[in-house]
């Protein structure tokens, strides 16, 4: 029992590593990675000239052949650059002072 438990573990954990790593996308070259906000559906074993175009991601997750995956254009970040580096828009004016109401 002891043996099959410690199997089991082992296989669970080299398969949920075999998803992340194809989750990641590195293997997507940066011309075809689809543009902030867009998505585009990734064919397994297709060249990158023959993907399909970038669309919206509602429309490309429900699209999604079972050979393909999603791909967000949101999820790349440029090398150098950390995601805490980005100044959300919403926190921009909260330091700083209003100026007082006309009457």
Known sequence: MMLRTVFLT?????????????????????????????????????????QPAPTDCPTAVKNKPPNGRVIFGDDYVEKGKKPEDKELPFLKKFGEDRSKPQD
């Open 10 to 50: 082992i296989a669970c954990t080299a398969g949920l590593a075999g998803v992340a790593r194809a989750q990641k996308g590195d293997d997507i070259p940066k011309s075809y990675r689809p543009p902030p906000g867009m998505c585009r559906i990734w064919l397994d074993k297709v060249p990158p000239k023959q």
